[in-house]
């Protein structure tokens, strides 16, 4: 899941990695990549223009006609993507990796239940998010508007192809896309499948770009496109999002990573911390919202009963002495090292201590927490209240797992990403998160006195 | 207005114009730098958690406090001041930066008056954006929270210390200040100040620090700080908002530029449309929300008398040809050449061209605004309609003057700044742009199927 797609150096031009199928640009100065994707960009504002005035009847007509050239075109989208493969096999890429890249029939038909379903949402664009009519009676509104082009920066998932364009049209922008050069022949299928949809009825074809052609080099000119580009989502693991992160110029929203806590206290009830921790840990082990640090209190009586639970679930346990110490001799653990705090094991991994305090619990998780989601299980109210408070992440979870941290979860319909960052949107983020604001103000001749 | 303060290259560590009365470190090596301003965060981000606890009540006290001191150590910060300007006088500082820089008995009850303003603002934190109770039970609302750290970044201007600590305090913040080395002495008795007074009140006087006495240095490592520093706001002139945008990996929020247009298409009223110029243009000519160019469509005919008002308002017109050939032979004008499109005069200057249609119109504005105001003078509905639709700024105003697009005349109580970003906050922003958001979930034990 670290797959590093963008060197650090601004004066890096080198993908040489090129995919099967994929129009390679030969012998590109770092200036006639900086020209092509500026205008690549330009094109997208243009797009842009004509997307934020498509009302919502037409954006949906436009997901479901893409849905429905991704259904005619599955035959030459499995094929680019066999051939994405075959290349990702030769080049010796991870099983897990491999099957990220893999398209099949099925997932091809879930790409179109998620269209669907975005066309089923209700418009982000044209809320009114506040209004009033001043003293001086202007009528003042702010209404959420397309963001205008949206970038995606991500590594070699084609489904984030598809989801993302659908994502960035519902809400009335233009989106440019750099995928992993790994799914370069597949993403080169989908992009002119989005493309002639789009056209199909009636909407600009450059609403949906790529700038897979130009490699690194093209996402580093992109990264440093402000003005141009209204925002950029990376989307992928910890070293993609950093170095997206640390070297836009462009407004970036950060999503992702999630070493998730959740805390024992000792008036927690065992029945229910034993569903809780099950769920949390190994309904979907792979994704960001599932627990990865387990605290128990010193003085409370569940722990045998939970961690035979997930033992007997196939989890490992990293474990701290005095869990140890303190865990049924019938449950297996391996000594937690100072690293198992910081990890983010995404698979049927935990790490399990033992805290005297609430103050010693949020102190670790303050220490170790990326952010995401936090969970006390609790019957004390002042500790449910004092963990609200005091805990400075996207999610804080009192009674629940985990897992539902999660943007159909909560009710936003679609989900762009979680973010983990502070400004702009925090947690999961909806089709509105992918909007921005205007002020309309209207008056019969007021002047400020 | 464009004193840059920040070298853009990363290692610059030179800040050695030390301000009289500063303490300026000796000798520091970059890693020393770096440390020092990481440790400076940390302490941020401990005071932080306290402010983030403090209730309405208690940070009104804190601001309360805050003037109250600004008045009892007047004598003080008015020498220390005397210095700042005695310096740069020497420096050969230019008059209008010698005026920012100076501070007054009546600038510092100002500041006061600003603070009492600020107590008696609502608290942004706690305010719920939105809740729902979920079919399964999980109750869940989206809560206004602290941002935490905020830095700012800004020129010698001594004011926007207290003005900038204010904000931040009243929305429970740490706050971490870098002002010009121009305006170090007087910043550094405000900041003892600030200091002092959270302390008498029984709040972390770490909520408030300078990182001055590391100059540029410390700037530097400020903007790179992701992770220790929430939010950057950087507030002065082109090239300090420039830099900052351009180098920080810490999220920034956008503030300032604004080339602001009118236009008058054919149906607009001519005694609106010259109240409005002058009121526009005239009334506070400095500032970011003052016309700079006007639009007027070849068909109207009010362009003599608002050029005549202009004109007699002491406003220079930089006019293209079509424009010279219809203003009456009275009035003053110069020619406009293609930079007068994209200046921000902040003058009695103003640029004056004519169109054919609100096609062009619109053309023109996307071309050279810097996306902070527009206005449409206009009794025509569709023109209207179509202008709020397809212009792309911040505010988008209808017969009235562009001057509204201020925090305190759009009811937000207090401005932080005029983003022209889109993302977190687009125009005015108050002090609900200094919070971010928590989601908190409640159950009894829910778990995902």
């Known amino acids: 899941m670290t797959e590093a797609l963008i060197h650090t150096t601004a004066d890096n031009t080198g993908d040489t990695a090129a995919a099967p199928g994929a129009q390679q640009p030969v012998d590109l100065q770092p200036s006639d990549v900086e020209a092509a994707v500026h205008s690549i960009a330009d094109r997208s504002r243009r797009a842009a223009r004509r997307m934020a005035m498509a009302n919502r009847a037409w954006k949906d007509r436009a997901l479901r006609a893409v849905g429905a050239a991704l259904k005619a075109n599955t035959q030459a989208i499995l094929e680019a993507n066999a051939r994405d493969v075959a290349a990702g096999k030769a080049n010796g890429t991870s099983a897990a990796l491999l ?87 597949t993403n080169s299928v989908l992009v002119r499948v989005l493309r002639e949809a789009l056209e199909s009825v009636g909407l600009p074809a450059d609403a949906v770009q790529t700038v897979d052609q130009y490699g690194r080099a093209g996402a580093n000119v992109l990264m440093r496109a402000r003005g141009r580009v209204d925002v950029l989502i990376p989307r992928g693991g910890r070293d993609l999002i950093q170095t997206v992160v640390t070297n836009s110029a462009v407004p970036v929203i950060e999503t992702g990573e999630g070493n998730v806590h959740i805390f024992i206290d000792e008036s927690a009830d065992e029945e229910m911390a034993v569903e809780i921790l099950l769920n949390a840990k ?142 702009h949107a925090r947690g999961p983020m909806g089709l509105t998160e992918l909007t921005t604001t205007k002020w309309i103000v209207q008056g019969e001749g007021q002047t400020r006195g």
């Open 282 to 423: 190994t309904q979907r082990p792979s994704v960001c919202n599932t627990v990865e640090t387990l605290l128990v209190h010193s003085g409370s009586t569940v722990l045998p009963a939970v961690a035979a639970a997930l033992d007997k679930a196939g989890v490992r346990l990293h474990v701290d002495e005095r869990i140890r110490a303190a865990l049924p001799a019938a449950v297996d653990s391996v000594p937690a090292m100072d690293e198992d705090w910081a990890t983010e094991y995404m698979d049927l991994d935990l790490a399990v201590g033992m805290v005297d305090s609430m103050e010693e619990a949020i102190s670790h998780i303050r220490r170790w927490t990326t952010g995401h989601t936090e969970a006390i299980l609790t019957n004390n109210l002042s500790n449910a209240e004092r963990f609200i408070a005091e805990v400075d992440s996207a999610a804080v979870i009192v009674n629940a797992s985990t897992r539902f941290t999660d943007g159909g979860e909560l009710g936003l319909g679609a989900e762009v990403g979680i973010s983990t960052q502070k400004l």
């Open 99 to 185: 099957d990220r890249l893999t398209l099949t029939g099925a997932r091809i038909d879930g790409l179109v239940a998620a269209l669907e379903n975005l066309a089923n949402l209700p418009d982000p664009v044209g809320n009114v998010v506040r209004g009033q009519t001043l003293p001086n009676g202007l009528r003042l509104r702010q209404v959420n508007v397309p963001m205008g082009v949206v970038a995606a920066i991500y590594e070699a998932r084609p489904n984030v192809t598809v989801d993302i364009a659908g994502l960035a049209l519902k809400s009335g922008n233009a989106v440019i896309l750099r995928g992993g050069s790994a799914a370069e022949a």
